[in-house]
């Protein structure tokens, strides 16, 4: 199994003492920028603490081929035709051309294929078509990924229409109304069935008498072969087999060293399910997991969540390792000790809440390892299990990922973005002091008790609000957040200084959700991503319900358009109207009033306006998008073999990483077109 080798005369490992010495910024390519986290307190854990991470770690990075392939089914050999030409190329590496392939690379690396990672639409290559044949026929052809009797002239007039025909494979997920959204989707949850075949599939299979009813699909490829719709089980021994093979090496390793006898249930349980595929098994171990938590090291590894499933049923798969941050968890701690409370005092419907809230851990964590779906891009909070039922009856964990926070305000400092698009000098000097704390604990309410709140009425199929259902979960937990962070409570819990953190959260939420994240978005697109829909929906809904009372006020200056908000106190009204109906929606599956809402209002953009602060941002020379490089973890072994430290090691060289991980984490075969 693949360990971590490194070079003492590798320049960009380093090995940072103090947090003065520590370097975020790594690089900034196209719209992305590249950071590192910093593992704080790291040497502060036992040996064995230290080593179940280690173990943990390389189980999250074996997974990584799964994630590629399930975004689209010619990704693997897309990735690896390129790390043949990097590794191998023998022309000019200093040309243009050649400069324009490492950026389509490194776009490409980061989108774990060849889809962007948050519009879904086809990354195209800024060099020429021509160009490609240059670089195979450059390159060494046993290194390439040839089918039977093919040679790499055979390969190029392959990839050419896949790479540079826009129209071929356009978007990985395609939510755009009246599309069929599965067939007219890259994505490789599916193959050969439409929309009207996967729904039929499964209609009717979740028995809603069953309280304990699995997530049907969670983990499963659905296709069409000799005219019958089948599923193939992901599973050792079945689809993506040998990579979960590995993934299930060092979870038997990690449970040598777990730190509670429930943690090794657990990864037995987790294992038991990764052979045979049982969705059963994947809840069973869920309710062991959410238990579990009297312990430092903790972790997500699996099919999670299904942001990447059109109908919002499959799911992609992720990992992260993580250790307790105990400075922050104190805050978690106070909110989830009045969980209750906020369910109780929540603006919705009271058929809607829950009697008795369960279960609800919240802790702060470092992030020690990021895997799957959770990589390069990575999480800023985590509400799990998903299943509802397992919520309700047994609780969840939720958890805010402080080293990430930290790495993304420590590169923001001064960048010149808030001077651009803050209203005035007063929310500007009110967003740099508490925009932190505001942020973070946005974030915890998100996740801590914005995911656990509310419940289905009963009868309630979960997945009834199909390719909503993403969108609509994520405004649930925002409009918690936001409806809680402007009371009262939380200056008594000391959870805020004053009311002015509030307003700093309020103003930044409404100001991205009606401007700026929308220099995300390419001229002429929609907006697509579930997270985007979610800001643009409450944004949009809470300007023109406060219409009538100047709630929020767009306005011009020095041609510049603005967002102000004039009645904080009436904004918080209207978060909670708007929370009241979204959790009716949830809880009565009302599919048609979800749609209705996510159309109107979190979908289009001003053409005009977009244009006007795509200019703006661009004079500011930032990237919208940001992404992480992992740490190396370095196990140090003595004499007999044996695991005596692990050590931390941060590399500055973005495309080494993915070089490596490609050669020592590649275990599935790619599909040949």
Known sequence: MPMFSVSGTDNSIQSHSTDAEFRYFVEKFDDIQILKYQVRDFDQLTLRQKTLIYYLSEAALSGRDILWDQNFRFNLRIRKMLEAIISSYKGDRETADYKSFITYSKKVFFANGIHHHYSNDKLIPGFPESYLTELIMGSDPSLFPLGKNETPGNLVDIMKPVLFNPSVFARKIESRHGADIISESATNLYENVTQKEAEEFYAGKTDLNDPHHVSLGLNSKLLKRNGKVIEEVYRSGGLYGKAIDSIIFWLEKAISVAETEM?????????????????????????????????????????????????????????????????????????????????????????????????????????????????????????????????????????????????????????????????????????????????????????????????????????????????????????????????????????????????????????????????????????????????????????????????????????????????????????????????????????????????????????????????????????????????KLLPVKDNQGEIIDVKVLYTDDYLAQMMEYGSDYSFLLCVTL
């Open 263 to 631: 943690q090794k249930n657990g990864f037995r349980l987790l294992i038991e399910y990764y052979r045979s595929g049982d969705l059963k098994k994947w809840d069973e171990y869920n309710v062991v997991w959410a238990k579990d938590t009297d312990i430092e090291v903790d972790y997500n590894n699996g099919f999670i969540e299904s942001y990447g499933d059109p109908l919002g049923m499959k799911a992609t798969w992720e990992s992260i390792v993580n250790f307790k941050d105990s400075e922050g968890t104190r805050r978690t701690e106070i909110i989830t000790a009045f969980a209750q409370w906020f369910e109780d005092h929540s603006p919705i419907d009271q058929k809607y809440k829950k009697g008795k809230v369960k279960g609800i851990a919240a802790k702060v964590i470092n992030i020690a390892m990021l895997g799957g779906d959770c990589y390069p891009a990575a999480p800023l909070g985590i509400n799990l299990p998903n299943a509802d039922w397992i919520r309700k009856e047994v609780g969840s964990k939720s958890v805010t990922l402080a080293n990430i926070a930290r790495a993304y305000d420590e590169v923001s400092k001064s960048t010149g973005f808030l001077d651009e698009f803050a209203a005035d000098q007063v929310e500007a000097e009110r967003s740099r002091k508490f925009s932190c704390i505001a942020s973070l604990l946005h974030t915890d309410l998100h996740e801590c008790v914005g995911h656990g709140s509310g419940k289905l009425a009963e009868g309630t199929d979960p997945n009834s609000l199909k390719n909503y259902a993403s969108t609509l979960e994520e405004a649930r937990a925002d409009l918690f957040a936001l409806y809680f962070m402007m009371d009262e409570k939380m200056l008594e819990l000391s959870l805020l200084p004053d009311k002015d953190a509030a307003r700093a959260e309020y103003d930044s939420f409404v100001r991205n959700g009606l401007l700026t994240q929308l220099v995300r978005i390419k001229p002429g697109k929609d907006i697509e991503e579930a997270h985007m829909r979610d800001r643009a929906m409450i944004s949009h809904w809470v300007y023109e319900k406060g219409k009538t009372g100047n709630v929020i006020e767009i306005f011009k200056k020095e041609s510049k358009t603005f967002v102000r908000i004039n009645d904080y106190v009436k904004l918080q009204e209207l978060f909670g109207q708007l929370l009241k109906e979204v959790q009716r929606i949830k809880s009565e599956g009302d599919f048609e009033a979800g749609r209705r809402l996510v159309e109107t209002y979190g979908v289009k953009v001003d053409p005009e306006l977009h244009k006007e602060l795509l200019d703006r941002y661009e004079k500011l020379n930032l990237a919208p998008y940001s992404g992480f490089v992992n740490p």
